[in-house]
């Protein structure tokens, strides 16, 4: 079935440093990647939708400076915190759709610690 | 805006007994698709059943079925035969249609479901 690898699983960061998360389709061509975040024992949160070749968009109260999202291509899209620091530290998801109303694929998520 | 509303922080069930979890929505679209999402302590997201709005039949994956009340906008997840490792974080999702959303997958806020041997 459809696979979505996300990279790093974790990563532990200092404070004022950039991350950044890979997110890979493996067999099919993903229109359209999102990215989530979640605390612990939290929903997860939708931060910004990403269409291969275009700006991403991002939810109302996500910084987009902040978190910077590039879909260069049909399976890859990046997610760089920049600057980070201990408030960021969570679990980001991916997640990935094909054409029309494929199934949602998501990554196994990156723990990020930011000490 | 859409919404989900899962209002069974925790949830607790015996080994092999049914229980059911809550999920009602808000929406002004009449095309969607909704979703039970499991997610076990590896944060992995597992997909649980997949509801078509169109459909009024409900879904049914093995011990798992939905009661899908369009009118009310209610979807709520039945666990029969309950297993230990059905003890997971249950998410209810939402997504509407990708020409108008995007595809994009709003959560609910999640039922902690423990299950006792």
């Known amino acids: 079935g459809a696979v979505v690898s996300q990279h790093p699983s974790w990563v532990i960061c200092k404070s004022g440093t950039s991350v950044k998360i890979e997110c890979r389709s493996l067999d099919f061509q993903a229109t359209t990647m999102f990215w989530y975040r979640q605390f612990p024992k939290q929903s997860l949160m939708l931060m910004a939708t990403s269409n291969e070749g275009s700006k991403a968009t991002y939810e109302q109260g996500v910084e987009k400076d902040k978190f910077l999202i590039n879909h260069a291509s049909l399976t890859l899209s990046t997610l760089t915190v920049t600057s980070a620091h201990p408030e960021d530290s969570s679990f980001y998801i991916c997640?990935?759709?094909?054409?029309?109303?494929?199934?949602?694929?998501f990554g196994n998520g990156t723990r990020l610690t930011v000490t | 805006a859409q919404t989900v509303t899962q209002s069974q922080p925790e949830m607790s069930v015996q080994e092999a007994e049914t229980v059911t979890l809550s999920c009602t929505y808000d929406t002004s679209e009449s095309d969607y698709y909704l979703f039970w999402y499991k997610q076990p302590p590896s944060r992995q997201m597992i997909l649980v059943i997949r509801?078509?709005?169109?459909?009024?039949q409900n879904a049914t994956e093995n011990r798992f079925s939905v009661n899908f009340q369009k009118a009310a906008k209610s979807f709520s997840l039945k666990i029969s035969d309950s297993q230990l490792g059905d003890a997971a974080m249950y998410f209810c999702a939402y997504r509407g249609m990708i020409y108008n959303q995007g595809g994009k997958l709003i959560f609910g806020q999640g039922t902690e479901l423990s299950v006792k041997p």
């Open positions: 509801q078509e709005a169109y459909k009024q």
């Open positions: 997640s990935a759709i094909g054409q029309n109303n494929s199934p949602l694929h």
